[in-house]
Structures are given as C-alpha cells and as structure tokens.
C-alpha cells in the first residue's frame, strides 16, 4: 500500500539555523499538505499546497516558512530561521482530492 | 471558524466490550469529518470519513461512526474491543466550503483496551 514518507525522522538544529523537512507525497496524489504537533498538544495545520502554489495557510505559517515542490515527487517545508518555539513534530500528508488525507510518519524537529 | 472537541482524555474498555470515542464538531458550513488513529512513533492512519450520505459510516478495523447533525456529533464506535485497538484516536472536521482544505483536529483521545 503506497504510503507517505518523511525524512529525517528527527531533526536537531541550534535555534537561528535553517532546516528543511523532507516529504514524498502518495504518487498520484495533487493535494499536499504540512501539519505541526508541539508536544503534548493538538495537531495544527500549517498549509496546502496545490498545482505548485500554496493554496491555503494558517496564521502559524509566517515569513520564517516556505514549502516547495522541487521536482515530481518531493514535497519540502524550510523554517529559515528556527526558534525554540518550532521544536514540534512535522507530518506531511497527502490526497488524491481534498478529501481524507494520508500522513506521513513524522520528523521531530528538536531546536536547542 | 472550525473547531472539535473531544471531552474524554482517556477511554478504558475492557477487551470484547463495545467502545465509544465521542467528538463533537462546529463548523459554519457543511461538515466533512474524519477519524485518524496514531499508534506509538506513527504517523496519522486514517480510519473512516463522513461527507454525505448515510449517517452511519464503517471504516477500517471494523470501526464505525455515526454522524448525528442535531448533535453535531461524531462518535467513533467498535462493537467488540481488541487490545490491539489501544492508541490515541483524533477526530477531525474540514468545512466543506470550496477553498477550504485544512483539517481541524480535536486534541486526541487515548484508548486503552484491557485484557
């Protein structure tokens, strides 16, 4: 069964640093999403992204944060400049319409 | 707006017995919702969605929910528990406006199944 992949699965970074999340989206999915979940809380949404624009965003997702869509099958977000308050675990998900969306495993971004 | 609310922290079922995980949902337009179970280092699996239709929706793992509108309610339900249920279950809801993609998720409710 196709799922969604992320890479790395956990991420350090000293705060002030860049960091991209890495994602493979299901392959023929054209919905791709990214989600947060700081520890001990609920899942947010971050953003959508579809025919290689964003396509809707959250209030979380400021100037810090850029998602790309590099090539056929890689889905990225960057946080240029991390601060303590990004450590959170990073899902990517996918949909074929905007519908039920598959998730990724998760990177933990952990910023010191 | 979109929100959810799940008021149970933690379910306790003993194994057999049918479960319950309750959710209740408030959106301005039509409500599309789904459930997602987590296990332990795991991402989101999706289990079943309600967008239109029959009020009484069965997914994976031989969950099933009940969409109840007056309620706005959205129980996940299973007649007979097993352990291997035990894990953290989200409920989510999108509006189902044109435009609007991002899921809202409640904060998650553990279950735990004892043998």
């Known amino acids: 069964e196709p799922e969604v992949t992320q890479t790395p699965s956990h991420q350090v970074t000293q705060m002030g640093q860049e960091v991209i999340l890495r994602c493979v989206p299901i392959s023929n999915h054209l919905y791709f999403y990214w989600y947060r979940q700081i520890l001990g809380q609920k899942v947010e949404f971050l953003v959508s992204?579809?025919?290689?624009?964003?396509?809707?965003k959250s209030e979380i997702f400021d100037d810090q944060f850029s998602v790309e869509r590099p090539d056929g099958s890689n889905f990225t977000l960057k946080i240029r400049s991390t601060k303590l308050e990004d450590s959170a675990m990073y899902f990517c998900?996918?949909?074929?319409?905007?519908?039920?969306?598959?998730f990724g495993p998760g990177t933990r971004l952990t910023v010191t | 707006a979109q929100s959810v609310a799940q008021p149970e922290d933690q379910v306790n079922v003993a194994e057999g017995n049918p479960l319950t995980v309750k959710c209740t949902y408030s959106v301005s337009g039509n409500p599309y919702l789904f459930w997602y179970v987590q296990y332990p280092n795991r991402g989101l699996q999706f289990l079943l969605k309600?967008?239109?239709?029959?009020?009484l929706v069965k997914g994976s793992y031989g969950f099933e929910a009940e969409f109840n509108k007056s309620q706005t309610s959205f129980h996940l339900k299973k007649p007979s528990a097993l352990v291997s249920d035990s894990a953290l279950y989200f409920c989510?809801?999108?509006?189902?406006?044109?435009?609007?993609?991002?899921?809202?998720f409640g904060t998650g409710t553990r279950l735990t199944i004892i043998p």
């Open positions: 992204f579809y025919n290689n624009e964003i396509s809707e």
């Open positions: 309600y967008i239109t239709g029959d009020n």
């Open positions: 989510a809801v999108r509006d189902g406006g044109f435009g609007n993609e991002k899921l809202t």
């Open positions: 998900a996918s949909s074929a319409e905007p519908l039920e969306q598959y």
